[in-house]
């Protein structure tokens, strides 16, 4: 657990912030770029909007600010939007209307953007109804298409996603976004389905998208996503998931960062970092205990009929743990970020060596996407609550 509360310290955008923008005389300064603003507006969206609005309201006079979060998640604070998250509802189209109609009627002369994951489902505006919106979402999350080709779907069936939403802003606004990415590669274009940053996607990859998950009969409302802007739009990518397994291999002796963009099925990544392990094991690799590996990414879950209670991080604990070759310790460590790991109340799990589970359990765990009704069973399950942030999934194995 003092790995878990680490995580957590690294994965906050608050503080983050705090250690990269300063802002002095109405200036923001970052990167070595110096913005400076009278009448700003704040539009903060994603899993990481509390902290990240927080941040803004704290140090600038704004003239006004629209912060959509998931449902169940504001606190006590207020004029905040809770809107529905993974799949859209009425929320997040109140959220675009509101969106469109600040930027569109407020006097400014700045555009911040705070912008976390999440931020695809919280705010949407699309000539679909909220019924069809719902059920092509839940289709393209649950398929294991990957990320990336979701949103790009999500980018040309929406009116304000993929860049769209650059078009409301008024004349010769500048834009600046601060950015968590929780997308592998840190595609900026991908990140909340790119609402600030120009597409190189088309309407042509949607539609291929569309037939391969049997969705093509939507193609009629694609539009194409801008590829050029006549504005200033700045992108910052403020924290990764990269950065926290950096922070987090500085605290652990002899550790090893394997990569920050594992992707696929989530119980092949199981196998994979099992595989990995066993090599340690048995042939002469440059690893000798005691050691720590350290991954990050996003596998995919692909669900055909009825799920139980489970998650991407439950699936890659449970084959980590099927196919690991037993004999000596183990500890695999699987967290989600945001503190929610698929349709669980948990954020994670842990699996050690000494853990007997059947593998035959582990099978129909598996096969039901019922990962966490079995690690329940066994004392393996880690819960946080929610997080107010999202760079991912970290995976950590120690070899004691």
Same mark, same amino acid.
């Given at each position: 657990?003092?790995?878990?509360?680490?995580?957590?310290?690294?994965?906050?955008?608050?503080?983050?912030?705090?250690?990269?923008?300063?802002?002095?005389?109405?200036?923001?300064?970052?990167?070595?770029?110096?913005?400076?603003?009278?009448?700003?507006?704040?539009?903060?969206?994603?899993?990481?909007? !509390?902290?990240?609005?927080?941040?803004?309201?704290?140090?600038?006079?704004?003239?006004?600010?629209?912060?959509?979060?998931?449902?169940?998640?504001?606190?006590?604070?207020?004029?905040?939007?809770?809107?529905?998250?993974?799949?859209?509802?009425?929320?997040?189209?109140?959220?675009?209307?509101?969106?469109?109609?600040?930027?569109?009627?407020?006097? &400014?002369?700045?555009?911040?953007?705070?912008?976390?994951?999440?931020?695809?489902?919280?705010?949407?505006?699309?000539?679909?109804?909220?019924?069809?919106?719902?059920?092509?979402?839940?289709?393209?999350?649950?398929?294991?298409?990957?990320?990336?080709?979701?949103?790009?779907?999500?980018?040309?069936?929406?009116?304000?996603?993929?860049?769209?939403?650059?078009?409301?802003?008024?004349?010769?606004?500048?834009?600046?976004?601060?950015?968590?990415?929780?997308?592998?590669?840190? /595609?900026?274009?991908?990140?909340?389905?790119?609402?600030?940053?120009?597409?190189?996607?088309?309407?042509?990859?949607?539609?291929?998208?569309?037939?391969?998950?049997?969705?093509?009969?939507?193609?009629?409302?694609?539009?194409?996503?801008?590829?050029?802007?006549?504005?200033?739009?700045?992108? &910052?990518?403020?924290?990764?998931?990269?950065?926290?397994?950096?922070?987090?291999?500085?605290?652990?002796?002899?550790?090893?960062?394997?990569?920050?963009?594992?992707?696929?099925?989530?119980? /092949?990544?199981?196998?994979?970092?099992?595989?990995?392990?066993?090599?340690?094991?048995?042939?002469?690799?440059?690893?000798?205990?005691?050691?720590?590996?350290?991954?990050?990414?996003?596998?995919?879950?692909?669900?055909?009929?009825?799920?139980?209670?489970?998650?991407?991080?439950?699936?890659?604990?449970?084959?980590?743990?099927?196919?690991?070759?037993?004999?000596?310790?183990?500890?695999?460590?699987? !967290?989600?970020?945001?503190?929610?790991?698929?349709?669980?109340?948990?954020?994670?799990?842990?699996?050690?060596?000494?853990?007997?589970?059947?593998?035959?359990?582990?099978?129909?765990?598996?096969?039901?996407?019922?990962?966490?009704?079995?690690?329940?069973?066994?004392?393996?399950?880690?819960?946080?609550?929610?997080?107010?942030?999202?760079?991912?999934?970290? &995976?950590?194995?120690?070899?004691?």
């Amino acid at each position: 657990m003092d790995i878990v509360e680490k995580i957590l310290e690294y994965s906050n955008p608050y503080n983050v912030l705090q250690e990269k923008v300063k802002i002095k005389d109405n200036s923001l300064l970052f990167n070595n770029e110096n913005i400076p603003f009278n009448k700003p507006i704040l539009i903060s969206v994603g899993k990481a909007s !509390l902290p990240m609005a927080r941040f803004f309201s704290e140090r600038i006079e704004l003239k006004a600010k629209l912060i959509v979060t998931p449902k169940g998640t504001k606190g006590k604070e207020n004029n905040v939007i809770e809107a529905g998250h993974p799949l859209p509802d009425e929320n997040s189209i109140e959220a675009g209307k509101k969106m469109i109609e600040l930027l569109t009627t407020e006097d &400014y002369d700045l555009v911040i953007f705070a912008i976390s994951g999440g931020a695809s489902a919280l705010v949407e505006y699309s000539e679909i109804s909220l019924d069809e919106l719902r059920m092509i979402n839940k289709i393209l999350v649950t398929s294991g298409i990957g990320i990336n080709k979701i949103n790009i779907v999500r980018k040309h069936l929406s009116k304000i996603k993929g860049g769209k939403i650059l078009e409301y802003i008024k004349d010769k606004i500048p834009v600046v976004s601060f950015i968590v990415s929780d997308v592998p590669g840190n /595609d900026i274009s991908s990140i909340g389905s790119g609402l600030t940053s120009i597409d190189t996607s088309t309407n042509e990859n949607a539609l291929e998208i569309l037939k391969d998950i049997g969705l093509e009969r939507y193609s009629k409302y694609l539009t194409e996503t801008p590829k050029s802007v006549s504005r200033i739009v700045k992108n &910052y990518i403020i924290l990764d998931n990269m950065e926290v397994l950096k922070k987090v291999a500085n605290i652990l002796d002899n550790s090893f960062i394997l990569t920050s963009e594992i992707r696929g099925e989530a119980r /092949d990544v199981g196998a994979i970092i099992a595989s990995i392990y066993n090599s340690s094991e048995n042939y002469n690799v440059p690893l000798r205990r005691p050691y720590y590996l350290l991954l990050g990414g996003e596998p995919e879950v692909t669900i055909q009929g009825k799920a139980g209670k489970g998650g991407r991080n439950g699936e890659v604990c449970l084959s980590f743990l099927k196919y690991a070759k037993k004999g000596n310790r183990f500890e695999l460590l699987g !967290l989600a970020t945001d503190g929610v790991d698929g349709n669980s109340e948990y954020a994670g799990c842990k699996v050690t060596s000494d853990m007997k589970i059947a593998e035959d359990d582990i099978d129909t765990a598996l096969e039901t996407h019922n990962s966490y009704g079995l690690l329940e069973n066994y004392g393996g399950t880690i819960k946080t609550g929610y997080t107010h942030t999202n760079v991912n999934n970290i &995976y950590v194995l120690r070899a004691p």
